[in-house]
């Protein structure tokens, strides 16, 4: 049973009154746990709004007859409708509203960079700068109330065509759950493949609890399989079942199986012991909860004075987790300035709030060990900036004479991951860039191999989870068009006769 | 799924189990491992498919009580039981070929994933010469099953109390100088014993290939945990081996990785042994 909504109580709009929006009133801020505290536990740092909060920040909203954050969104949320529906005390339908863009919103209400996307155009930006409507922080609000009253089970939506059409999804992250659930909303049968023994891919392994609790990934994935998805884990497309097979028994199939093979430094010493890739370290803490060792069984070295290399995302998440394993000293080494850091504002603001180090214009040479085999020291040199390279940001030089020595018994190196090349190497023509980046026409998300789709970080190597979404949206209204199509007309990526 | 279909005691601390998992018996090669888990929140244990029934689905494993989790296994599980995660077979399998006269060796716990590979070379038509290891006769195993697919097996105890007294190189070097010409040798064991066949075999450059057993955590390339250095350049033994030309191993960086969670794996026997009374 709903419970009852007091909506005059929080200060909303009650039935049959029309709103009075509020834009005026400052941004209301989420309540985090404190910096001190939340550096001994592994729970969530921002903790959500309240009803009272919600409504307050809904009410600021102007809904506007043609909205700006609607076009920023990736995936086009209607997001004045559902901040209205959060205004009128109606949280659960705000959810609904937005599944129908998004299957994952308690996800991308917590990993969404919405401070470039839908709250960056805000109209609100305009006269109240920097003021924007809390978009992500109300998804998530009305996310999470769905999700607690749904309780795991969610109520199937009403699928009103079944079509004879059965489709092979494979990898269960973002781009794989999203396209699932649009398939079978379309009325197509979904089988999505999982490598690893929970489901969810980087929601699981690599992002951690602390940003993305592991409890909301699996009511998100429960809410996909609701809708008839069947998942299958601990099978390998490739290895456990044949990808002949998998061409033989369905109609189409997608591939989103993610950037999951992590670069290496490639520099002396770089296999001594506590040195990690970002992918182990995040796959021990997070899918093998190894901060409960020896609850869990899965160890984790606990580290003194930790050393991440990079600072994207995961080179944040992973400093966090150093000190919350413990460290006494944990800090980022890049070559770049901050400037060019590709971490998002509010990761690095937290990290630094919970003690992080950030060593700018610096880059590891080589690890040097201990008597035991053991990491002992990075031994660095200061990098200056240059011209701008092909990302557009200025090429770090190396500093003659400039080494260093910096001690630590813990590294882990965050700079980058490219797709995983066993499904590429196991599916004959399918064509790559870069060994393993997937080509597919941007527009049908079609490969070189007829009834291939594929999407997510698999096309386009490292990327946000919002970017996986879309991609995954746009695969499945062309596989949906493709299915229904009698011809099956295939439209391959143009691939230039050079490689 | 992977219910426990049969489970016997080999020798002192070697278990062969057998489960259900129909997709890994039908796709499994000689060479290839699988990842299982015990429960929800187990660690993820590699191990080397022993045997295989693509008819009835089951999958054989052999498993050396080594840690917290082998335990776990051994002693918390039996008929009818499930496993709460299998998946494979991972890694490339072993590369099978008509070399002429293979050498298999296999010591210790090793002796279990040689059986499938004597298997398929003897399949295409190689003379299969197997010698199996054991420290001392109670602790050897399957020696029929491996007589069954070698043209001759030898057996070598570390205490002589069976076959020839030594080590498996004892044996290896014995054949060589009766002058037996080897095409080319497979050895599975303890990392030294790989070593020392591997050191052996160099100088009479004789091809010879080892299968190494790293510390990894999902098995398909995504971790790099099990990364070792192989002539000179990183390899991922998951998806790049499990088998390497054991001539081209770095040893000495393979015997450092292996010892990386020691401190853990101690601390984690001695508190599950007060609150969950593990032997």
Redesign the interface.
């Known amino acids: 049973m709903q419970e009852k909504i007091d909506i005059a109580k929080l200060g909303g709009v009650e039935e049959g009154k029309p709103k009075k929006p509020r834009p005026k009133l400052p941004r209301k801020e989420i309540a985090c746990q404190d910096p001190k505290e939340r550096i001994k536990n592994f729970n969530e740092v921002a903790l959500g709004y309240t009803p009272e909060e919600a409504v307050y920040e809904a009410m600021r909203c102007l809904e506007c007859p043609r909205p700006r954050c609607v076009v920023a969104c990736p995936v086009h949320i209607d997001i004045p409708t559902f901040v209205g529906l959060i205004a009128r005390g109606k949280f659960a339908e705000a959810a609904k509203d937005i599944r129908k863009y998004n299957s994952l919103p308690a996800v991308c209400g917590r990993v969404c960079p919405q401070e470039n996307l839908c709250e960056a155009a805000c109209i609100l930006n305009d006269t109240n700068p920097g003021n924007p409507v809390a978009i992500g922080r109300l998804e998530r609000f009305s996310a999470d109330y769905l999700l607690s009253k749904e309780n795991g089970n969610s109520v199937t939506p009403q699928i009103i065509h079944k079509t004879p059409y059965k489709v092979a999804v494979i990898g269960s992250g973002p781009s794989g759950l999203t396209c699932a659930a649009k398939l079978a909303k379309m009325g197509h049968t979904v089988h999505l493949f999982e490598?690893?023994?929970k489901a969810g891919g980087v929601m699981m392994?690599g992002i951690p609890e602390f940003r993305l609790p592991k409890e909301i990934v699996q009511k998100e994935i429960n809410y996909v399989k609701s809708l008839g998805v069947q998942v299958e884990?601990?099978?390998?497309v490739g290895?456990?079942?044949?990808i002949d097979e998998i061409m033989e028994e369905y109609d189409a199939v997608y591939i989103g199986s993610g950037a999951?093979?992590?670069n290496?430094m490639?520099i002396p010493g770089?296999?001594?012991?506590?040195i990690?890739?970002a992918?182990?370290f995040l796959?021990?803490v997070n899918l093998?909860?190894a901060y409960?060792?020896?609850?869990?069984?899965?160890?984790?070295?606990k580290p003194k004075r930790g050393v991440v290399v990079g600072a994207g995302f995961t080179a944040f998440d992973v400093v966090r987790i150093m000190l919350r394993l413990g460290a006494e000293h944990a800090e980022i080494v890049y070559r770049r300035t901050r400037k060019e850091m590709p971490g998002r504002g509010e990761e690095i603001e937290h990290s630094e709030e919970e003690g992080a180090v950030i060593r700018e214009l610096t880059n590891p040479v080589r690890f040097i060990g201990d008597e035991?085999?053991?990491v002992k020291a990075v031994e660095v040199q200061k990098m200056e900036l240059g011209e701008p390279d092909s990302s557009g940001r200025r090429k770090p030089i190396p500093v003659p004479n400039s080494n260093f020595i910096i001690e630590t018994d813990l590294v882990v190196i965050a700079i980058g991951q490219t797709p995983?090349?066993?499904i590429p190497s196991n599916l004959k023509g399918l064509s790559t860039r870069w060994g393993s980046v997937i080509n597919v026409n941007r527009e049908t998300y079609m490969t070189t191999v007829p009834k291939v789709f594929a999407g997510g970080d698999a096309i386009t190597g490292a990327a946000t989870v919002i970017l996986a979404i879309r991609a995954a949206t746009e695969a499945s209204s062309a596989i949906d068009n493709f299915l229904r199509d009698p011809q099956r007309k295939w439209y391959p990526p143009e691939i230039s006769e050079k490689r | 799924m992977f219910e426990i279909v049969s489970k016997n005691v080999l020798a002192e601390n070697v278990i062969e189990m057998t489960f259900i998992a129909p997709r890994i018996a039908k796709a499994h090669k000689a060479g290839q491992f699988l990842i299982l888990m015990n429960y929800e929140h187990s660690e993820r244990i590699p191990l080397t498919i022993a045997d295989s029934n693509k008819e009835t689905g089951e999958v054989t494993i052999v498993f050396l009580v080594v840690g917290f989790s082998t335990k776990e296994l051994a002693e918390k599980f039996n008929v009818g039981d499930k496993l709460y995660s299998v998946v494979g077979p991972l890694g490339t399998p072993t590369h099978i070929e008509k070399f002429g006269k293979v050498v298999v060796i296999g010591g210790g716990l090793g002796v279990a994933p040689i059986y499938p590979i004597c298997k398929s070379l003897k399949e295409v038509g190689n003379e299969v010469i197997s010698i199996i290891g054991f420290r001392s006769k109670d602790l050897m195993f399957w020696k029929e099953r491996i007589e069954n697919v070698s043209s001759k097996t030898i057996v070598t105890t570390d205490d002589g109390s069976f076959g020839i007294k030594g080590f498996v190189t004892t044996a290896l070097q014995k054949l060589y100088d009766e002058g037996e010409k080897i095409d080319r040798v497979i050895a599975i064991g303890p990392p030294i014993m790989m070593k020392n066949v591997a050191k052996m075999t160099e100088p009479w450059k004789i091809p010879t290939w080892v299968s190494l057993n790293t510390i990894m955590v999902d098995g398909t390339g995504m971790c790099g945990g099990c990364r070792l250095e192989i002539g000179g350049e990183t390899k991922f033994v998951c998806v790049d081996g499990p088998d390497f030309d054991g001539h081209k191993v770095n040893w000495e960086e393979m015997e450092i990785r292996m010892k990386v969670y020691k401190t853990e794996e101690s601390l984690i026997l001695k508190d599950h042994q007060c609150k969950i009374g593990l032997k």
């Open positions: 490598a690893l023994h392994y884990t601990n099978c390998i290895k456990t079942v044949p999951g093979f992590p290496m490639k770089e296999n001594l012991g506590g990690y890739s992918n182990e796959t021990r093998m909860r409960e060792f020896p609850k869990t069984a899965t160890p984790i070295r035991n085999g053991f995983n090349v066993l």
